[in-house]
């Protein structure tokens, strides 16, 4: 069994942000699948569906209780369903990737995400899949990181962004049918 991850922000506020993709991607993913529309956990405190992408069983969760405190959520479904660190992949934001870029990785540090930080906290490692959709800024943003990333997607973005997304289900794919190392080689641009 599978865990994807997507992490972003809950809220009609947060909706169509650059640091939500990893929501986006998830809401795409089951769309694609044909999943079971998601549904609140733990009083809110996450949002899962499960399904089958190649074979395998697979939970999709987003996490609701802000970025910085997405391994919690997290934790308590791979917890509970069994799930260790190298079988779930995260799928989230990263601005110092050009932005419409893709890069899967197998490990490694947050990198200053913190969302991907409270994944590590509260999973007890690194060793976890991530699938980083690039959002860097095309022009040197005047202002602090956090106003870019929680800042809205412009038109051109969004069909940017959007286009990368439906990459995923061959991606997701290739990581359970190839493995990760393969994944990498075959998708990361």
Do not use: C, W
């Not at 809950?10 to 998601?38: C, Q, S």
């Not at 930080?117 to 040197?140: A, C, H, N, W, Y």
């Not at 940017?160 to 995923?168: A, G, Q, T």
């Amino acid at each position: 069994m599978k865990l994807i991850v997507g992490l972003g922000n809950p809220g009609k506020e947060y909706e169509k942000t650059r640091h939500n993709a990893g929501f986006m991607a998830l809401d795409f993913l089951a769309e694609h699948y044909g999943f079971e529309p998601f549904k609140s956990l733990d009083k809110g405190k996450s949002e899962m569906t499960k399904g089958e992408i190649a074979g395998e069983k697979v939970i999709l969760l987003k996490p609701q209780q802000f970025m910085n405190l997405s391994g919690i959520a997290t934790q308590a479904v791979a917890g509970y369903f069994k799930i260790e660190r190298p079988d779930i992949i995260a799928i989230y934001d990263d601005a110092d990737i050009e932005f419409g870029k893709l890069r899967i990785r197998t490990d490694g540090s947050a990198g200053g995400h913190n969302g991907v930080k409270s994944l590590i906290e509260q999973l007890g490692g690194d060793d976890f899949m991530r699938v980083r959709l690039g959002i860097k800024p095309e022009t040197p943003f005047p202002g602090a990181l956090e106003d870019y990333v929680l800042g809205k997607l412009d038109a051109d973005q969004l069909v940017s962004l959007n286009e990368k997304i439906k990459d995923l289900p061959n991606i997701i794919e290739s990581i359970i049918i190839d493995g990760p190392e393969l994944a990498m080689n075959k998708f990361n641009n």
